[in-house]
């Protein structure tokens, strides 16, 4: 399946945190052509392993993470009128969720709704000049009665994800959900797919609940025991109206990311110097980015046991933790390229 085909079908699939069970589907299926052993740990995360092709002395083990889940709701509470109150799940901007429409994924069947609050009709002066804040909205699905609820199958619990479907923008630019961080699984299971011949062992990990703590990377990273780290993400592109350069200087179809600093993470010496080194050898675009107020699973790889040296690789992409991203289909591929070459280098540096 080409790259973009793969991003597209993770980019459709609904895996909020803590139900990334479609999407762990897809990867599975996705990775197990290209690895010697794939597993799923006890709390969800996939671990694909590439083992080392020479076994003349105890190989390196890398491990390659990009997160499974994203941003969503849970059904809260439902009303005796038969709408369903919402918990954000992730960081999601409360702007960005008025008339949106969302999909219920119950246990009988994934049903539509959408976002609704009080008409902008019948509000006072002061009311409309507010935004409307998450606890004041509902999901609507067309149900006349908390029973009727009920009946259709929601129960409290069931994740909502927005209804938002991949399309393609002229030659190279796509629009999807949940962009962060499908399309980091997408370079990630790319990548195992074009390496060839490997002096380490590498770890492809789909990991879960990162948009609630990085936990899976926490778990995923102790049990792995890896000498390198690597993260596949995605960071702010900043060439849009209104952002200044130095808020956010990365920009789409400049190459992808590496990060120098974010709130998680001082990425190590070797693994950023390397990543350069890389890129500038085989003549592939990158950005640098420090500052970024967000982290990434890095941030937990790199504290696991005596400590991971660990880095980032990140595709700039627009409107990030909203219903709809959009990004490069030119900066992903050159993602690949990178983590592949350097995945290559690593056991003569470490």
């Given at each position: 399946m080409r790259l973009e085909k793969v991003l597209e079908s993770l980019s459709n699939a609904c895996g909020v945190a803590g139900r990334e069970e479609e999407v762990r589907g897809l990867i599975k299926e996705m990775l197990e052509p290209y690895v010697d052993e794939l597993r799923e740990d006890k709390l969800g995360n996939v671990i694909g392993v590439k083992h080392a092709t020479k076994r003349r002395r105890k190989p390196l083990n890398v491990m390659l993470a990009a997160h499974m889940d994203e941003i969503g709701l849970l059904v809260k509470t439902v009303t005796k009128?038969?709408?369903?109150?919402?918990?954000?799940?992730?960081?999601?901007?409360?702007?960005?969720?008025?008339?949106q429409r969302v999909i219920v994924h119950a246990r009988k069947k994934a049903l539509p709704g959408i976002i609704g609050s009080k008409p902008p009709h019948i509000q006072k002066e002061e009311e409309r000049k507010k935004i409307v804040e998450a606890s004041q909205l509902f999901i609507d699905i067309g149900a006349r009665s908390k029973e009727e609820v009920q009946k259709m199958g929601v129960q409290i619990g069931d994740p909502v994800s927005f209804d938002s479907k991949f399309?393609?923008?002229?030659?190279?630019?796509?629009?999807?959900?949940?962009?962060?961080?499908?399309?980091?699984?997408?370079?990630?299971?790319?990548?195992?797919?074009?390496?060839?011949?490997?002096?380490?062992?590498?770890?492809?990990?789909?990991?879960?609940?990162?948009?609630?703590?990085?936990?899976?990377?926490?778990?995923?990273?102790?049990?792995?025991?890896?000498?390198v780290g690597l993260a596949f993400d995605v960071t702010v592109a900043g060439d849009i109206p209104g952002v200044k350069e130095v808020e956010a200087p990365i920009k789409m179809d400049k190459g992808p990311s590496l990060t120098i600093a974010d709130a998680g993470l001082i990425a190590h010496p070797k693994v950023l110097r390397l990543l350069i080194e890389t890129a500038e050898e085989n003549k592939i675009s990158y950005q640098l980015e420090t500052g970024l107020p967000g982290a990434t699973d890095a941030a937990r790889i790199a504290l696991t046991r005596e400590g991971v040296p660990s880095g980032v690789i990140s595709v700039p992409t627009r409107y990030i933790h909203s219903p709809t991203a959009l990004l490069s289909l030119s900066d992903v591929e050159n993602a690949v390229k990178l983590a592949v070459a350097f995945i290559s280098k690593v056991p003569k540096h470490f």
């Open positions: 009128e038969g709408f369903l109150q919402f918990f954000k799940i992730g960081g999601i901007d409360d702007r960005v969720l008025l008339a399309a393609k923008l002229g030659k190279d630019k796509v629009i999807g959900k949940a962009f962060d961080d499908r399309v980091g699984c997408a370079i990630m299971i790319e990548t195992m797919k074009r390496l060839g011949e490997v002096d380490c062992n590498v770890y492809a990990v789909g990991t879960v609940q990162e948009e609630v703590g990085l936990r899976g990377a926490t778990v995923a990273a102790f049990g792995i025991h890896p000498d």
